[in-house]
């Protein structure tokens, strides 16, 4: 690798750059990788120093090349902060020329930029375009700096069970687990990959074979490994022997026992912010037969007065739900639907203990106490017998599948069309799920948004959402929550011209398609958008609470 230098546009002086004198001082230094997706150059470490014989302050920037191609020119900007949080904005223009920088490759810390004010401790940088050695040139359309990225989370954080997860990855140096961000990917080795089929440009570690290490599976497989071992070497003539290898068998056991239980702590917490929109959501759902909505004293509201709902079975309801036919969940563990427009039409299902359900056509699922998922198998397609485990905080149900996601922050989906959404299994932190048409949506503790499916008029592209609250996935369309109240779209939906695009103080959306959406307002009253209506809105002068 060559290195070149670094210089200012026509028009600057060579005096505002320089090298890091023997003698200087550092007065701040930032550790954490900052970047902007889809740029092919990431800053991994920055420091401001103090030189000892002159005024002023100075930083050094150390890059990264992220691309599959070598660099030869990078152009960047800068906007400085000082102690007192004051922005000064330092001029454009400043450039690394004449580099030939391969993939993986640093470079920036042989010069240091001189910078406008000694006060200066902070800074952005913008990087605005890379130029490579083929002279293909990359261009920053946005007017975003590159952004620190959160802290990736530790191997440690596996508890006991982190020696199985290196046996699972022996020849790989894995500092963290390996993160999926929808068209990137970070391995354990702290490096970013932009690719999430290529392997680590740095270690050549895969994402498939990193995420299936840590996961249950994968722990799993290492455990088995370990006692198959320990069968191998079992000398049958020697009864202390044998203790012994049982012993170790029961505190590996136990070991993954423990670190589950750990992950599953750990994520429930990540989940408690979000809490109060998933119980936000479940006083209003709409579906093909309309809305339904459940007020603070317990009244029952629906938009279609053909489906009767009968006293003695709809009482003491906690959450709504709206499908081809309205459901009800009831304080005492059972679910009461209605499919018509007298009380013959009114019955309990034969379940109990159901703490949650989700319902999509003819079909409903339900959430038991004890973690485990339950459907009512109609048509038979929609079972979740494939879905096994007892460790479910919540359930979602689309026309193309069934999604659980687990205490521990990972996520189980029983698909039965042609429109199977892989993907999910390298997903983490997962604290709601939502399934749509095509589509199953992951939110993220980070506010982040995961989605998986087929990409039917980019109901899939939420990389670029942040802040998320809560998620709505529905036909053709995938709607995210803000933390601020307001709605953000992707899919087969014009949101410029919907009302959706002025709602604010939003707790909870719910939608059954591109056509029909319903929100519920933090005051309890309800804003609806439906493309189709031709006169006030159904849910008008509803307030929940």
């Not at 012993?247 to 979000?274: C, D, G, K, M």
């Not at 309990?348 to 004890?370: A, C, F, K, P």
């Not at 707790?507 to 309800?526: E, M, Q």
Request: aromatic content about 8%; overall charge negative.
């Amino acid at each position: 690798m060559e290195y070149g230098s670094i210089k200012k546009e026509p028009g600057n002086t060579e005096e505002e750059f320089g090298t890091v004198s023997d003698d200087a001082s550092i007065v701040a230094m930032m550790s954490a990788v900052s970047w902007l997706e889809g740029s092919p150059v990431a800053l991994v470490a920055s420091a401001v120093f103090a030189p000892a014989k002159e005024a002023g302050v100075g930083v050094v920037l150390e890059f990264q090349n992220l691309s599959e191609k070598s660099i030869r020119h990078l152009y960047f900007s800068m906007t400085c902060v000082d102690v007192n949080g004051e922005k000064v904005r330092h001029d454009d223009g400043f450039a690394f020329l004449d580099l030939c920088v391969g993939t993986g490759e640093t470079f920036g810390l042989d010069n240091m930029v001189r910078l406008p004010e000694a006060g200066i401790r902070n800074f952005a940088i913008y990087a605005d375009k890379v130029v490579y050695t083929d002279g293909s040139v990359w261009e920053n359309e946005t007017d975003k700096p590159l952004a620190p990225l959160p802290e990736p989370v530790p191997v440690s954080s596996l508890g006991k069970s982190e020696s199985l997860y290196r046996q699972m990855v022996p020849e790989k140096e894995q500092r963290f687990l390996a993160e999926s961000h929808g068209s990137w990917w970070r391995c354990g080795c702290g490096q970013i990959n932009r690719d999430l089929f290529q392997p680590c440009i740095t270690c050549g570690a895969s994402l498939a074979e990193l995420v299936h290490a840590s996961s249950l599976e994968g722990l799993d497989q290492a455990q088995k490994k370990l006692q198959k071992k320990f069968e191998r070497k079992r000398n049958w003539g020697i009864v202390a022997g044998v203790a012994v290898c049982a012993a170790l068998v029961t505190i590996v056991l136990t070991s993954i026992a423990v670190s589950h239980q750990n992950q599953s702590e750990v994520n429930q917490a990540r989940r408690e912010p979000f809490l109060q929109y998933e119980n936000y959501s479940k006083l209003i759902s709409t579906g093909d037969v309309g809305t339904i909505a459940l007020c603070a004293d317990g009244t029952v509201l629906t938009t279609n007065k053909n489906y009767y709902l009968d006293p003695t079975l709809w009482k003491d309801i906690v959450q709504v739900s709206a499908g081809s036919y309205y459901a009800g969940l009831r304080s005492d563990g059972e679910v009461v639907v209605s499919k018509g427009p007298s009380k013959a039409y009114n019955f309990i299902l034969g379940w109990s203990h159901i703490v949650e359900i989700s319902t999509t056509g003819n079909s409903i699922v339900g959430l038991r106490s004890d973690g485990a998922i339950v459907d009512d198998a109609s048509p038979s397609f929609y079972s979740t017998k494939h879905i096994s485990g007892s460790d479910f905080v919540a359930v979602a149900h689309g026309n193309s599948c069934v999604v659980g996601l687990r205490a521990n922050g990972l996520v189980a989906v029983n698909a039965y069309t042609s429109n199977d959404p892989r993907g999910t299994s390298s997903w983490y932190s997962i604290v709601a799920v939502d399934a749509g048409n095509y589509q199953v949506v992951g939110l993220r503790s980070d506010g982040m948004v995961v989605a998986a499916g087929t990409n039917y008029q980019g109901i899939c592209d939420v990389s670029k959402w942040s802040d998320i609250v809560a998620v709505c996935a529905a036909k053709d369309v995938t709607f995210g929550l803000r933390s601020d109240g307001t709605v953000v779209s992707t899919g087969d939906f014009d949101m410029k011209n919907s009302d959706v695009i002025h709602w604010k103080k939003v707790v909870a959306i719910t939608a059954s398609g591109k056509d029909h959406v319903v929100g519920l307002c933090s005051d309890g009253t309800v804003v609806e958008y439906d493309s189709d209506a031709s006169g006030p809105s159904l849910t008008e002068g509803w307030k929940l609470f």
